[in-house]
């Protein structure tokens, strides 16, 4: 019990922000990522439309781990990424290399769930909102992103999960975040189940924290008070 | 610049035997994947009749099995199975004089009950969904012209309990498949397995890691065809609304 204190409470409170900082920015990037491949897919236009597709056919299609690897160990190692500043600065980093493969898989995912929302929003909200002399711009910005947004909250608020459970497999490219360090503590102490449930509540911390706000976010949109 | 590298790496890899070596492991993803699903879909079935059985004990238990395993990573999950049990492993197979024996199955083992403890977590939402989809009036019906309890279960329930969760069993074994990866991690040799060695033994990591994820991807197309099939042609006399 007090090995457990000393040891294992403080390494795990560690890795948490490292966690913490991987999902969160992978979030913020998935996040963008999507909502672009979405639109680019509903852009009806199929030069926009079929990357958009294949990116999200491609990510969604094979494990995360082959993803990380192929990024960090296979591009990573080119000769021509590492001449150039940019791409090394971004490839050299195993904590970048991780937010860049969560950012993409996630992206993915987030995509079709925006997309899903897009569709969603009846041809006739439209149609009377063009008749009654709104722009494009005006009917996306004021009817069809509202309403879409609304309907793709659930899914979108499901890759969030998601998204922080991908960030363990930043340990299998040496990022010492959560899982890393609870790996790290089973082989080498008893405190097996101990350190489960600990860097276990920590992820439960953290995926409630970011559900309880999606709750927040659909409360202020309005969603929450229609009737089901 | 990297095209012509690529393909020569490709060519390298193919004759030096490690295509073969992907396939098998390949082979071995399945295999995995189709009994960790299956022990989930049991897990399942049996987590969503207790979810929608009377007993606020057990509906309790199975939600707290179903929020935490998929509140935590799926990584966390199999580090617990491999390292709580590894050690007990081995001194069983010490005990029994069967370490070979031990050391070929332990890492299977670990995989087919994390991918079924996992995928079960989120069957038991898609049989549960399932089960309310079938009208109560039926099962009604069946008991009054006389039908015991298992026959209910086996003629009416489930053959379309089957239908109604193809569409969710769809994701969970794609979920599961893509998930399977994670076991090379302690040390099953699967398809991911495979390429990280082949990809130190040949020095080609990207074209192998390429390689390894075109087959994850044809795994999935070819069940996603095969399940949208099934749908099809389990759902003939069944009476849906087709959008």
Not at chain 1, 182 to 189: F, I, P, T
Not at chain 2, 89 to 95: E, G, H, K, S, V
Request: glycine fraction near 10%; proline fraction near 3%.
């Amino acid at each position: 019990m007090i090995e457990l204190f000393q040891k294992a409470i403080p390494v795990l409170l560690q890795g948490f922000r490292v966690t913490l900082e991987i999902g969160l920015s992978a979030i913020l990037f998935a996040s963008l990522l999507g909502l672009v491949a979405a639109l680019m897919r509903e852009s009806g236009r199929k030069l926009l439309a079929w990357p958009a597709f294949l990116y999200s056919t491609v990510f969604r299609g094979t494990p995360l781990l082959i993803q990380l690897f192929l990024l960090y160990y296979g591009i990573g190692a080119l000769p021509y990424v590492r001449e150039q500043p940019g791409l090394w600065w971004l490839f050299s980093d195993g904590a970048r290399c991780a937010i860049l493969a969560i950012s993409l898989n996630s992206g993915a995912y987030m995509s079709e769930a925006i997309r899903g929302g897009l569709q969603s929003v009846p041809r006739g909200q439209t149609d009377a909102a063009t008749a009654f002399g709104m722009t494009a711009v005006q009917v996306f910005r004021r009817i069809r992103f509202p309403l879409a947004l609304r309907q793709a909250f659930p899914a979108y608020s499901n890759e969030l999960v998601l998204a922080i459970k991908g960030t363990s497999l930043a340990s299998t490219i040496a990022v010492m975040e959560l899982t890393g360090l609870a790996r790290q503590l089973m082989s080498q102490s008893y405190l097996i189940v101990e350190t489960f449930i600990i860097a276990g509540l920590l992820y439960l911390a953290i995926n409630m924290t970011l559900l309880g706000c999606a709750w927040l976010v659909e409360l202020s949109l309005g969603m929450r008070s229609q009737a089901r | 610049m990297g095209y012509g590298l690529m393909m020569a790496s490709l060519h390298d890899i193919l004759a030096s035997g490690w295509g073969l070596m992907l396939l098998r492991g390949a082979l071995m993803t399945l295999f995995i994947s189709l009994c960790g699903i299956l022990l989930g879909l049991i897990i399942g079935v049996g987590g969503a009749a207790l979810k929608t059985g009377g007993n606020p004990l057990w509906r309790g238990l199975v939600n707290l099995y179903t929020l935490i395993v998929r509140s935590v990573p799926e990584l966390l999950i199999i580090y617990l199975l491999f390292f709580a049990t590894v050690q007990p492993a081995a001194d069983l197979a010490d005990w029994l004089d069967l370490d070979d024996l031990m050391s070929a199955f332990f890492p299977m083992l670990v995989g087919i009950v994390a991918i079924g403890l996992i995928s079960g977590s989120y069957s038991v939402e898609v049989f549960r969904g399932a089960f309310k989809a079938i009208a109560p009036g039926q099962l009604e019906a069946a008991r009054a012209i006389g039908m015991s309890r298992g026959q209910c279960l086996w003629r009416i329930m489930l053959p379309q309990l089957f239908w109604y969760a193809l569409p969710g069993a769809n994701n969970v074994w794609q979920n599961a498949l893509k998930d399977t990866a994670l076991i090379s991690l302690v040390g099953l040799v699967e398809l991911m397995r495979a390429a990280v060695l082949g990809s130190a033994a040949t020095r080609a990591p990207l074209a192998m890691y390429l390689l390894a994820g075109v087959l994850y991807f044809i795994i999935g197309a070819f069940s996603q065809a095969a399940f949208v099939w099934a749908e099809r042609h389990y759902g003939r006399g069944m009476r849906v609304v087709r959008a």
